[in-house]
Nanobody
Framework: VQLQASGGGSVQAGGSLRLSCEASIRTFSNYVMGWFRQAPGKERELVTA????????DYADSVKGRFTVSRDNAKNTVYLQMNSLKPEDTAVYYCAAGLTMGALLKTPPTIDYWGQGTQVTVSS
């Protein structure tokens, strides 16, 4: 099983990026998908999680109103649209798959599969 994240890069503050994560999971639609991020010297934190149907979504307070998560189960892909980026959004972003929303939201999370990470750098 692989989770292949892409779309990271360098942007100026106020800019936008769209991350994608394609999963080679046969039963992708059975999994809750999430995006985590880890900044230098900080612990990995949950950015957002989306249920298998997309009907339940959770966001970290720091990204509410700026980031939007979505998924396309036909393409085994989850997306993260990031707008109004700030320098404090600079981090390596990881996609992840788990069996329940609770598994992703708890600390520490219970993750079945991790992606390899993609770097997002926001300059001021």
């Amino acid at each position: 099983v692989q989770l292949q994240a892409s779309g990271g890069g360098s942007v100026q503050a106020g800019g936008s990026l769209r991350l994608s994560c394609e999963a080679s999971i046969r039963t992708f639609s059975n999994y809750v998908m999430g995006w985590f991020r880890q900044a230098p010297g900080k612990e990995r934190e949950l950015v957002t999680a989306i249920s298998w149907s997309g009907g339940s979504i959770d966001y970290a307070d720091s990204v509410k109103g700026r980031f939007t998560v979505s998924r396309d189960n036909a393409k085994n892909t989850v997306y993260l649209q990031m707008n109004s980026l700030k320098p404090e959004d600079t981090a390596v972003y990881y996609c992840a798959a788990g069996l329940t929303m609770g598994a992703l939201l708890k600390t520490p999370p219970t993750i079945d599969y991790w992606g390899q990470g993609t770097q997002v750098t926001v300059s001021s």
